[in-house]
């Protein structure tokens, strides 16, 4: 049996709305908790224990660009234990970009540092570790390019990013020269790393001309395709499975290159092969978040009003990758200004590939964008809250349309009066505790909302149990446990009847974990199919779907009870809901919105920063379920801190190399670093987004949290740090030196 939505109007009241069960929306326990803790969920590695395996090791390309003349496996290949060594112009040179076809293959060239040119199988990781040295790569030099500083303005606009590389409104240049007040200020961010604590891992498995892969990926469907292009074969005859994932944050979005290598090690040893990256390979073989160089250019009326809004983007990427830092995406609708210019260049580098991180666009653009109205409300002497909301648009500037619902301008009230922004140092260097100089700042934070195509079953069986089965992945956002609460939610059954099964090619295809788009897309899936079981258990009991009610596993209509099992009567029901995007995404602008507040101690004498407090505000649609939704927003406010004050991906400009290619030296906050964290999530329902009516909330915390921390150093100081991270060596120079001697 098969049901369909399509979004073309927005939902009225459902079942959800009712809330018969109990269920929807509250802080359950994570559905697969109990076996992470017990160390009984199987990551990718962790398959086909027990069975004889081979082990891959990866081949590093030793430069940072050259044409591959040769490479010599001998003496790898006379090592006792080596089965085989994988080389080739096919083989993948980095991750593939998400939902591209296919990865960038070698082509007999080097385009990055430490590029995989060869796959080692062995016996034990330990020989093909060993052998891997043994490979020669002889090769012919080519000057690279490794810094992007030197060459702004030699960019290229691409139409493969994630958006349109310019969106423009009416004449900004002739709006911005006749502005009574001109804004005009540059920022800069680093390249950074997703550093899942889960590295990049695959299994991969021949049965005769049958390829089974396990891999740790988020978007099942078209990483699956991407895995059959790289091997050579249809992609009928390749199963790719990823039940658990140890966090993606956008590096898994595409495969790693670990996954083809792995099923071409596999082929060519004659048995299954486990291949890890090491934590140095993942951070120079898989993607990167690109670093940014952004113009923010404002005019406005000289009371304070924008007349006209320009973010222009300069970032980098490799040879044939026409993927950007979309740092210009919130730019387009946030704030008013009648003539707008958004534009983005890629300037080619022979580093390593740039690719999707969380919230790509947001993470980097509002650390530009937030900073600049705080330091134009500075300018106007207008307190930076009262300035965001004289600047709230009525509708979508950009295309004209209305927001689905925007509680923006709600999210940072809350989160003012909650955090007490009214008391904050009105002079920036004000207030001093000590050797510690103390501020406040906050910026606006807002992520824009999809849809997508998803698809998911769900099988009633006689003794009245649901199972939901779909490709959808859980990277450790609580997927599983969602998915488990909509469908009891719809069907009116308490948890423990419902299961849920995840991350199989061989179940309904899902849209996959990926741009806050998982949880209302595959959960709307699982909605429609609930309604199609809920149709067909009234039509089994002669009354219309709308009469009855469902809980705790009966169904009641008029004065019968009739238990679920009874209804089924032996039978086992299977119902695929598929949800499709449709007008509503035309016809509105939909975004979550939030608002971060921050407090922070930065001492007078070493410049040393300490995030004291951090406040997040978020409104985004329905919430699924509120420990989880909780839970994303503190690693967004985590994130957000690592980004102000210490993430920076170092690259050589001399070859290319990744510097700091661990977690040792890509330093990421520690929980010494992490203040208490404070979340408020606020009650809406946007009826355009999805039969759910939420709206993602992943990406929506990170987005500004760093300008919220940089504009609170500048409250403290007086320092403007326009360069992330705000390190002390940023700091020292610009610190009022009386201060440092007053301590």
């Known amino acids: 049996m098969m049901n369909e939505h399509v979004m073309n109007q927005p939902i009225g009241e459902t079942r959800l709305d009712r809330n018969t069960q109990g269920v929807i929306g509250k802080g359950v326990d994570r559905y697969e908790g109990k076996l992470k803790v017990s160390g009984k969920a199987p990551y990718a590695y962790e398959h086909l224990i027990g069975e004889k395996v081979a082990y891959g090791f990866v081949v590093p390309g030793p430069v940072g660009r050259a044409k591959v003349r040769s490479i010599d496996t001998s003496r790898a290949m006379a090592e006792p234990g ?27 060239e080097i385009f990055h540092y ?51 590389a310019d969106t423009k409104r009416g004449d900004f240049e002739k709006a911005f020269a006749a502005a009574e007040v001109q804004f005009d200020q540059t920022y800069r961010t680093p390249s950074y790393h997703s550093a899942a604590m889960e590295p990049h891992t695959s299994v991969a498995k021949w049965d005769g001309d049958q390829l089974t892969v396990w891999s740790s990926c988020q978007l099942l469907e078209t990483n699956v395709q991407q895995i059959a292009s790289g091997v050579g074969v249809d992609v009928s005859k390749v199963r790719l499975l990823s039940p658990y994932i ?32 090491t934590r140095q390979n993942v951070f120079q ?14 005019g406005a009326t000289k009371d304070g009003k924008i007349t006209c809004f320009a973010h222009e983007t300069e970032t980098p990427n490799s040879e044939g990758e026409g993927f950007f830092e979309p740092s210009g995406i ?55 809250v009262e300035f965001r909301r004289m600047n709230e648009p009525d509708k979508d500037p950009q295309q ?26 009105k002079t920036p260097g004000s207030r001093r505790e000590g050797e510690w100089l103390i501020g406040y700042g906050m910026a606006s934070a807002s992520r824009a909302n999809s849809l997508m195509q998803s698809s998911a079953e769900i099988e009633m069986t006689p003794d009245g149990r649901a199972t939901v089965k779909t490709a959808m992945t859980d990277i450790g956002t609580g997927t599983y446990t969602i998915l488990q609460q909509i ?41 429609v199919a609930a309604e199609a079981v809920i149709e067909e258990f009234a039509k089994r009991l002669g009354v219309e779907a709308d009469a009855l009610t469902l809980k705790d596993g009966h169904a009641i209509s008029g004065n019968r009870q009739i238990p679920f099992s009874e209804i089924l009567n032996g039978d086992t029901i299977r119902v695929v809901g598929t949800i499709k995007p449709g007008d509503t995404s035309d016809k509105t602008n939909q975004a979550s919105y939030g608002a971060h507040y921050a407090e922070v101690a930065v001492n007078a004498t070493t410049g040393e920063t300490r995030v004291r407090r951090l406040l997040t505000v978020g409104a985004a649609g329905r919430i699924l379920n509120e420990k989880t939704a909780t839970s994303q927003c503190y690693g967004g406010q985590i994130w957000g801190i690592g980004y102000a004050l ?63 921390i940089n504009n609170a150093i500048y409250n403290a100081t007086g320092a403007r740090i326009r360069e992330y991270p705000v390190t002390m060596d940023k700091l020292l120079p610009h610190l009022p030196e009386d201060v440092g001697a007053a301590a």
């Open 82 to 108: 080596v089965l085989a060594v994988v080389t080739g112009d096919g083989l993948p040179r980095s991750s593939a970009q998400p939902m591209s076809p296919a990865g960038q293959t070698m082509d007999g």
């Open 114 to 164: 430490n590029q995989p040119v060869a796959l080692v199988v062995a016996e034990s990781f330990e020989i093909a570790r060993h052998a891997s040295h043994l490979v020669k790569v002889d090769y012919e030099e080519i000057e690279g390019r490794y810094e992007i500083e030197s060459r702004r303005g030699t960019g290229r606009a691409t139409d493969a990013g994630p958006m349109a």
């Open 246 to 277: 140890g966090g993606g944050f956008g590096s898994k979005l595409g495969i790693g290159p670990d996954a083809v290598l792995a099923a071409l090690g596999a082929r060519e040893a004659g048995r299954p092969v486990k291949l890890a990256l």
């Open 285 to 298: 073989t898989t993607s990167r978040r690109g670093e940014t160089i952004q113009r923010v250019r404002i």
């Open 330 to 384: 919130s730019s387009v609708f946030l704030y008013a200004g009648a003539d707008r210019l958004v534009t983005h260049r890629v300037i080619t580098s022979d580093v390593l590939m740039c690719s999707a991180v969380r919230a790509p666009g947001e993470a980097t653009g509002m650390l530009a964008t937030e900073s600049a109205l705080d330091e134009l409300a500075v300018r106007f002497g207008i307190d930076p």
């Open 400 to 425: 004209d349309v209305p927001f689905s619902s925007r509680k923006l301008l709600e999210c940072i009230e809350t989160g003012a009066k909650r955090f007490g922004w009214a008391d904050r140092p």
């Open 487 to 527: 469908a009891a939610e719809m069907l009116g059954m308490p948890l423990d009847q419902v299961d849920v099964l995840l991350g199989d090619t061989s179940l309904p295809s899902s849209s996959g974990s990926g741009g806050s788009w998982g949880a209302n897309s595959a959960g709307s899936s699982v909605y």
């Open 646 to 708: 210490e993430e920076d991906l170092v690259v050589d400009a001399r070859n290319g190399l990744i510097v700091n290619h661990d977690l040792a030296e890509y330093h990421v906050p520690v929980h010494a670093d992490v203040p208490k964290l404070d979340v408020v999530l606020l009650e809406e329902r946007d009826r355009h987004a999805s039969p759910l009516a939420g709206k993602g909330i992943g990406e929506l915390a990170i987005a500004g949290v760093g300008a919220a």
